[in-house]
Nanobody, 125 residues
């Protein structure tokens, strides 16, 4: 089992920044590729970004490319999501997730084995 705990969400004005963290515990962190998803009210959960186990390979949804940056610190068993130039449409609950395989299918939530409880991000206009 892997336990994931997100933090860092909050309320920010449009154009502002937030940094989310996701701390992992349980099995060996470097066994897992990691991702961030988000879900707005009334919408399906959508892919935001992913990072492979080494941290070398990253993927982004077009909607966040150039504004969001994913990173990981394997010594601290933590991944981060730096969010800049936030827009009201970024408002959602943000979830981190871990998968042990299928990195090529990084945008598919069904391939992720473990999920955090989510952290709310609200961007006001």
């Amino acid at each position: 089992q892997v336990q994931l705990v997100e933090s860092g969400g909050g309320l920010v004005q449009a154009g502002g920044s937030l940094r989310l963290s996701c701390a992992a515990s349980g099995r060996t962190f470097t066994n897992y590729h990691m991702g961030w998803f988000r879900q707005a009210p009334g919408k399906e959960r959508e892919f935001v970004t992913a990072i492979n186990w080494t941290g070398v390979n990253t993927k982004y949804a077009d909607s966040v490319k150039g504004r969001f940056t994913i990173s990981r610190d394997n010594a601290k068993n933590t991944i981060y999501l730096q969010m800049n130039s936030l827009k009201p449409e970024d408002t959602a609950v943000y979830y981190c997730a871990a998968m042990d395989d299928y990195y090529s299918d990084y945008g598919n939530p069904r391939v992720y084995n473990y999920w955090g409880q989510g952290t709310q991000v609200t961007v006001s206009s």
